[in-house]
């Protein structure tokens, strides 16, 4: 089972990106897929997770960042709109998690990273 993560990227303040996470290997259309994130010297963090028609956001991104899933595609996307400068960290999706969905630890895959810079 992969995740391939990808779309980070430099931008400017205001701007947006749009994250996607491909699985292969497995189906995930009934699991519940999210993003992380991991700022230089910080602890992974929840962004937003995304199953079976439920989805939450970390109040950080609320608003700004939408999650949505194609069912079809195995694949998860993060649009991410008025990016702010403490948006920068490398962004990692998860699948199928066993415990706390706010945990990285309760996920059991993981994709490889993508980072994003958002300059001032």
């Known amino acids: 089972v992969q995740l391939q993560a990808y779309g980070g990227g430099l931008v400017q303040a205001g701007g947006s990106l749009r994250l996607s996470c491909a699985a292969s290997g497995r189906t995930f259309s009934s699991d519940a897929m999210g993003w992380f994130r991991q700022a230089p010297g910080k602890e992974r963090e929840f962004v937003s997770i995304?199953?079976?028609?439920?989805?939450y956001y970390a109040d950080s991104v609320k608003g700004r960042f939408t999650i949505s899933r194609d069912s079809a595609k195995n694949t998860v996307y993060l649009q991410m709109n008025s990016l702010k400068p403490e948006d920068t960290a490398v962004y990692y999706c998860?699948?199928?998690?066993?415990?706390?969905?706010?945990?990285?630890?309760?996920?059991?895959?993981w994709g490889q990273g993508t980072k994003v810079t958002v300059s001032s």
């Open positions: 998860a699948a199928d998690p066993s415990g706390a969905i706010y945990s990285p630890g309760a996920y059991n895959y």
């Open positions: 995304i199953w079976i028609g439920n989805i």
